[in-house]
Every structure is written in C-alpha cells, then in structure tokens.
Nanobody, 124 residues
C-alpha cells in the first residue's frame, strides 16, 4: 500500500512558476515509476510527466515539454513537478500516481496508487 500526498498548488499569473511535490509513504518508493497527471473541468485526466525508478529517464506530454520538469528524491520519498512559463490552459487539478509494472507511462490505467490532487489555477 502506498499513500501519495500532493502539495504546492495555488493561483499564479500566466508566465509564473509553481513547484508541486508528492510525498509517498512506505519503504518501497524506489520500486515505483512515478507520474503526474492533470484534469481540467469537463475533461478527461491527461498525462503530464513521468519518471523512472532511478530518475534516469523522464517523459513529458508535448504540451508541457520544455516548460515542466519532473524529478524525484528517493531519499525523501518525494517526486516533484517544476512548472515554469505557466499558461491559463495549464489550469487543472494535478495528481501524482505510482506504478510498479508499466508499459505505457501515459496511460492512467497503468498506475495503481493516486494522490488526492492539488489545484493549479493560472490567471491570464
């Protein structure tokens, strides 16, 4: 069992930055691929970024590539999402998720555990 708790969301103006954190419970954090997803009102949950067990591989949605950076600190059982140059279309609830066995990092069905989400609102 893994519990994930996100933090760091808030209201920011377009062009600004936020850093989201996701703290994981348990002693097997290094066994999990970690991902960030987001869901805007009336839309399906969509992939944002993912990071491999060691952090050596990262993956991004085209819409955030070059603006967002995912990282992890395995000593702190925490994964981060640094979001720069934010746009109003980035407004959504952001969720972190973990997966043990994964083929497609962009698929929500591949992830086992989810956090409760943190709201990010970008004003124009």
């Amino acid at each position: 069992q893994v519990q994930l708790v996100e933090s760091g969301g808030g209201l920011v103006q377009a062009g600004g930055s936020l850093r989201l954190s996701c703290a994981a419970s348990g002693r097997t954090f290094t066994s999990y691929t970690m991902g960030w997803f987001r869901q805007a009102p009336g839309k399906e949950r969509e992939f944002v970024a993912a990071i491999s067990l060691s952090g050596s591989s990262t993956y991004y949605a085209d819409s955030v590539k070059g603006r967002f950076t995912i990282s992890r600190d395995n000593a702190k059982n925490t994964v981060y999402l640094q979001m720069n140059s934010l746009k109003p279309e980035d407004t959504a609830v952001y969720y972190c998720a973990s997966a043990v066995f994964i083929v497609d990092v962009t698929s929500t069905s591949q992830y086992t555990y989810w956090g409760q989400g943190t709201q990010v609102t970008v004003s124009s």
